[in-house]
């Protein structure tokens, strides 16, 4: 065995229990805030990519519409089509209301958690 392996050995042997568990604690207190501000970034990108997937299928709706009310005969009307004058914009659709997601019950308990361990630190 080393000596800086026997040294920290001895150190650990003669912190006290209350000491043993406040680093413990301290340590499961920093991988919970790593853990809920990963969640919270995952959220906010799933939330981005949904709103790219509606806004994408607002404009492929849009786009089946304008092909089907389109004669036969007629090409569709393209934004880079030389000589044509631009289309006026068409309003986006208006987004569908969003579904009762988990965020309040996270909070909730994430500020649970805190309160709990800052009773914990105050003792």
């Known amino acids: 065995m080393s000596r800086d392996f026997a040294s920290f050995m001895a150190s650990i042997s003669e912190d006290s229990a209350e000491q043993k568990v406040r680093e413990l604690m301290e340590?499961?207190?920093?991988?919970?805030?790593?853990?809920?501000n990963s969640t919270d970034q995952l959220f906010t990108q799933l939330m981005k990519l949904e709103?790219?997937?509606?806004?994408?299928?607002?404009?492929?709706?849009?786009?089946?519409?304008?092909?089907?009310?389109?004669?036969?005969?007629?090409?569709?009307?393209?934004?880079?089509?030389?000589?044509?004058?631009?289309?006026?914009?068409?309003?986006?659709?208006?987004?569908?209301?969003?579904?009762?997601?988990?965020?309040?019950?996270?909070?909730?308990?994430?500020?649970e958690l805190k309160q709990l361990f800052a009773r914990r630190k105050q003792q």
Do not use: Y
């Not at 340590?27 to 853990?35: A, R, S």
């Not at 709103?51 to 009310?69: D, V, Y």
């Not at 393209?78 to 019950?105: D, H, I, L, T």
């Open 27 to 36: 340590i499961l207190d920093k991988v919970m805030q790593i853990i809920m």
């Open 51 to 111: 709103t790219n997937i509606n806004h994408l299928m607002g404009r492929i709706t849009k786009l089946e519409s304008q092909s089907a009310i389109a004669a036969p005969g007629q090409p569709i009307p393209s934004a880079g089509a030389p000589g044509m004058p631009a289309a006026a914009a068409a309003p986006a659709p208006k987004p569908a209301p969003k579904p009762m997601s988990p965020v309040s019950a996270r909070s909730a308990l994430q500020s």
